[in-house]
């Protein structure tokens, strides 16, 4: 509706027809069956609204019609008016027009076909009425085809009103007076164009409250449906690629390592220096070892020479051997030491640790661990499992890895071990440490994946609903929570 209905009902009314003869009454059936079969064939609310307004003409001659939709409550809203292709809501005309049919529509005769008495209108109506208004016009609700309206001219009209308001109604005006012959035919036809209306807008609607009323309902279903898929329960965690059987470098003795032999990461072979220790002590120790073995040894060659004649002296020797064995042991040990002042590589592998200015000049103690000899064809997955995402862990659990420099082309692997106990990954979070162990490559020939390479697992366990992996850490939060 968005062309303008005239403010002036005599420019927009369509020419007065030239009066017509009444019907005969077997010609004015004749056209009555044939309004209603060509309603009943309507595909379309709209054609069915012009239709109405527009070749009702054809069995009563009237000077305009309109057709308006109801509801229970609320302003009715014109529709179509007979001779005129698109309505204006806003005009003048139309506000009026709806207020008219409001106050009909819910009279006592609102639901009879009858003439339209101005002096039973509200006196905003009534007021306009010779503005807007023909002198005599016809209501005729348009009623669902369960209700039995009274057409019958003079009917008492308290029965009919107690069916609730039409869905729709016409409205003919014209300059003559109404004949009861004539209300008789028009109360017919209402009739059948109220199921013709009801159709194509009644069963429409209903349909579409029905469907309104089912969708949520399906998707409901759909969604409780969807939650109740069982999939595999997994967790990520933050994951690196090691060795399955590295051996541990640390130092052989307390020091300050001077040198470095190997790069971070550089392959080495069996039995190749790895780094050094500072030395100058142990050498110093070592001489003075040695020159105090000497030393101990000439004492006890003396004494052996002179036992011979001085029975005192005989007595030292024992005491003077036990001071060579004491030097010669001490000896041993320097020489050790000086031995472990270049550290080898018991094994070939890959050399992994830091930066070699991380460990020049720097003092260590026994034991304390330098680097690390990992085997590059012996891989596996180290993964640090926060305790709020741990699952069940089971050994042969399927482990996907995903590389941070390759995420597209996930790992597989198989859980081998998952520690009891949780501790302190590197960045603070109370973890379990969990070992997956790579499938093979198969006949790819892939390379393994660098040691040290960093990304997330994915570890997967037993099937659950959909609805448990969703809400799984809100459920646990909650029960933490309230304690159910």
Same mark, same amino acid.
């Given at each position: 509706m968005s062309a303008a209905i005239a403010q002036n009902p005599s420019q927009n009314a369509p020419p007065q027809p030239a009066p017509q003869a009444a019907p005969q009454p077997v010609n004015g059936l004749l056209m009555l069956l044939d309004l209603q079969r060509q309603a009943w064939r309507q595909a379309t609310a709209p054609e069915l609204r012009y239709h109405i307004v527009n070749q009702t003409r054809r069995l009563i001659a009237y000077r305009q019609a309109a057709f308006l939709t109801l509801a229970e409550r609320g302003r009715p809203t014109l529709e179509a008016v007979s001779n005129i292709a698109v309505l204006e809501p806003n005009a003048p005309f139309a506000r009026w027009l709806e207020d008219a049919a409001r106050a009909v529509s819910a009279g006592a005769q609102g639901n009879a076909v009858h003439v339209v008495d101005p002096a039973a209108l509200p006196a905003a109506v009534r007021s306009a009425w010779g503005e807007w208004g023909p002198a005599q016009v016809l209501w005729c609700p348009l009623r669902k085809p369960e209700t039995k309206p009274d057409i019958l001219p003079g009917a008492r009209p308290e029965a009919a009103g107690k069916a609730g308001p039409p869905p729709a109604g016409l409205w003919l005006g014209r300059d003559e007076p109404w004949t009861d012959g004539e209300i008789?035919?028009?109360?017919?036809?209402?009739?059948?164009?109220?199921?013709?209306?009801? $159709?194509?807008?009644?069963? /429409? %609607?209903? @349909? /579409?409250?029905? @469907?309104?009323?089912?969708?949520?309902?399906?998707?409901?279903?759909?969604?409780?449906?969807?939650?109740?898929?069982?999939?595999?329960?997994?967790?990520?965690? =933050?994951?690196?690629?090691?060795?399955?059987?590295?051996?541990?470098?640390?130092?052989?003795?307390?020091?300050?390592?001077?040198?470095?032999?190997?790069? =971070?990461?550089? %392959?080495? #072979?069996?039995?190749?220096?790895?780094?050094?220790?500072?030395?100058?002590?142990?050498?110093? @120790?070592?001489?003075? #070892? @040695?020159?105090?073995?000497?030393? $101990?040894? %000439?004492?006890?060659?003396? $004494?052996?020479?002179?036992?011979? %004649?001085?029975?005192?002296?005989?007595?030292?020797?024992?005491?003077? /051997?036990?001071?060579?064995?004491? /030097?010669? $042991?001490?000896? #041993?040990? #320097?020489?050790?030491?000086?031995?472990?002042v270049t550290v080898k590589a018991e094994r070939a592998g890959i050399a992994v640790f830091t930066d070699i200015n991380d460990w020049l000049g720097k003092p260590v103690s026994v034991g304390e661990r330098v680097l690390t000899l990992a085997d590059p064809q012996a891989p596996e997955i180290d993964i640090m499992v926060p305790v709020g995402d741990a699952l069940v862990l089971e050994p042969g659990s399927p482990v996907e890895l995903f590389l941070n420099v390759d995420p597209l082309n996930p790992l597989r692997a198989r859980l081998t071990h998952a520690s009891y106990e949780a501790g302190l990954s590197t960045a603070g979070v109370l973890s379990y440490r969990v070992k997956a162990a790579l499938e093979p490559a198969g006949t790819s020939g892939q390379a393994p994946p660098r040691i040290g390479l960093r990304g997330t697992a994915k570890i997967l366990g037993d099937r659950v609903p959909l609805a448990l992996y969703l809400f799984r850490r809100p459920l646990a939060l909650l029960r933490q929570t309230l304690g159910v």
């Open positions: 008789l035919l028009l109360g017919h036809l209402a009739e059948g164009y109220g199921h013709a209306w009801w $159709a194509l807008s009644g069963k /429409r %609607a209903s @349909r /579409r409250g029905l @469907r309104r009323a089912v969708l949520p309902l399906l998707v409901l279903l759909l969604i409780a449906g969807a939650l109740a898929i069982p999939v595999p329960m997994s967790t990520l965690a =933050p994951a690196e690629i090691q060795t399955s059987n590295p051996v541990i470098v640390a130092a052989p003795l307390d020091g300050v390592i001077e040198r470095f032999h190997v790069q =971070p990461n550089a %392959a080495v #072979a069996a039995g190749q220096p790895l780094f050094s220790f500072e030395s100058t002590v142990l050498r110093s @120790r070592f001489e003075v #070892a @040695r020159k105090g073995l000497t030393q $101990a040894e %000439a004492e006890l060659l003396t $004494a052996s020479q002179a036992a011979f %004649a001085d029975p005192q002296t005989k007595a030292r020797v024992s005491q003077l /051997r036990a001071q060579v064995e004491l /030097r010669r $042991a001490e000896l #041993a040990l #320097a020489r050790d030491l000086l031995d472990r």
